[in-house]
């Protein structure tokens, strides 16, 4: 278990944040990858209050479009995500953020990605290690 | 340059087509990441049709909100995104497909990844290439 970074704020200038597009109900996609592994491991939504908070606290913060409020990843979980770098694509309507998964995993299930079914009869499995990491395609589809 | 794999059909079962969730609009988002780099390299939406489409034909085609058409990605580019393996998550409300990706890159800019702007003032870069390996970081933001 690595020790606990510290959590660290990222400056975004207004530039940057005005470049940021959400949609009619004020959503941004926001997709989470592990540092480590690269594994994608989730896509939750962020609100413009909720990337601020995010960048602000140096951990993911998203809104619950189920429960209407604001979810910070980890607080009952323990599965807490602290960013490592944050960034925004070429239209500026997504976000990607490259994190430090701690607890857990990211997903609810217990599995470390939320994608761990595949479509197909292949081997299934977590995606998201490159094609040299011996580890790619390790089967976890239930 | 690496040869041109063959496109390779994925069969889904219908089981598996019945857990994918669409939004109102009868969209998904869809995350493509490279499976060389893992690098993420876009989000875009599929309807049921273009993934169908994309699982039969073994490379990615969405739905273009803006034009209201189907994308085969990479027909006017050259960018084709040929599928290694899909995936749902656990809520069946997003997608996942790791390619190949092929002509220059995901994005329309030229760059390999549209996500190659960062917040904040740090090196920037393309995300997602795992922490080992030491093209990590390498920035690419204007």
């Known amino acids: 278990m690595p020790a606990t970074p510290p959590a660290t ?3 975004a200038t207004d530039e940057q944040l005005a470049q940021v597009r959400y949609d009619a109900d004020g959503l941004v996609p926001a997709i989470v990858q592990d540092h480590a592994s690269g594994q994608v491991l989730m896509l939750a939504w962020m609100t413009a209050e ?15 479009r189920s429960r209407r409020e604001v979810w ?3 607080d ?19 976000l990607l953020f490259v994190v430090d998964q701690h607890g857990g995993g990211a997903c609810h299930t217990g599995e470390p990605s939320c994608f761990f079914r595949a479509f197909g009869s292949g081997s299934g499995g977590p995606a998201g290690r490159p094609a040299t990491d011996p580890v790619a395609g390790v089967g976890r589809a239930p």
């Open 9 to 11: 704020s990222i400056e």
């Open 50 to 64: 909720t990337l601020r908070l995010t960048l602000a606290e140096g951990r993911t913060v998203f809104w619950s």
């Open 72 to 74: 910070r990843k980890g």
């Open 76 to 94: 009952t979980s323990g599965d807490v995500q602290y960013v490592r770098s944050a960034h925004y694509d070429c239209d500026g309507d997504v």
